[in-house]
């Protein structure tokens, strides 16, 4: 599902997995297409291939990968695939008996339908459930109008997303004559639905059952990753600290969730089917923010900076640190790579220098940015 981004190569997943590993952290594997003849017979390869790497669970949606993955993987973990579409708990518990140790749910699913599916599905089973980003409008990502009008298939990871394009009317007994969906001023973009949002219900989510939330966004940017999953990961401490029954949305998730471009956000389907709403702007893109570097490391009071974006001197800036901490400064100077004091960042990935705040160390990867 991921053939229009840079995968891992071999010698990458080796490396993936050792740096997951050595963090205490997990590396699952998405193998969630539904594979043509040819590619099922290099399958088989290619799962022990990524299992001796270290990878620890297979994410699958085909009975033949689920076979495979048994034979050729059998320590690993067996995860089903919101391509699979289980939005009841026959099928959850089928998944199951198969081998699954988590099943990620439907994304049309409410709450009550997911807590219904917990109350009767062996409590082995792990249920996992999107909590955040694009929705499609297909029944869990299963559409064919992509490939259907432009060729590019979507359940292979080529989606053109032609449910976010302007549509028009044509009348069988009037050729060539367009007819315009007026819903507001920019038109009607009929099929586009917002983006999910469930943080701040995010307590409900976990006390229907699911013990794992997944964060759309297989296309975005690292930026988009590190903002998101902090926000999120703050909220779960809070529900960890505070208990469910007392969880208010900490502010810091509920800024952080503005800080990244995204549709105006709506509840999905998990309060019912009137939360998952659309508005009719194309795109429908609320940007805020700007990324315009990220540190490479700190020396003597130095930040050593990539350029991601241009900024002037002057302008403050906000750092968002690898822990899930937003730090606010006014840089003092900007000096190109040589040390020369400049006025500003124009050049694409850039090398410059920035004082770093007093008091403050920005490890590498911290994420700098500034208020539109």
Known sequence: MRSSSENFDEEQLFAAAELCHSR????????????????????????TMAFRAGVDAFIIADLGVLDLVKRFAPAAEIHFSTQAGIANQAAATMAYHLGAKRVILARELSLEEISHIRKNTPPQLELEAFVHGAMCMSVSGRCLISNYLTGRDANRGL???????KYSLLEEQRP??????????????????????????LDRVLQAGVSSVKVEGRSKSFYYTASVTAAYRAALDAIATAGAQNYEMPRFTAEELEKTSHRPYSSGFFLGRQGATQSPKQGGYLRSWQLVGVVSRQEEGLLHCVQRGKFTLGEPLEALLPEGRAVCFTPEFIKDREGREISATPHTKMEFLLAAPAGESFPANTILRKKL
Request: proline share 5%.
């Open 24 to 47: 205490g952290k997990k590396l699952f594997c998405t193998l969630n297409t539904l594979p043509t003849c040819k590619e099922i017979e290099e399958m088989p390869s290619f799962i």
């Open 159 to 165: 989606c053109a997303q032609s449910c976010r394009w």
């Open 176 to 201: 060539g004559q367009q007819f315009e969906l007026g819903e507001e001023e920019y038109g009607s973009y009929i099929l586009s639905a917002d983006d999910l949002c469930a943080a701040p219900f």
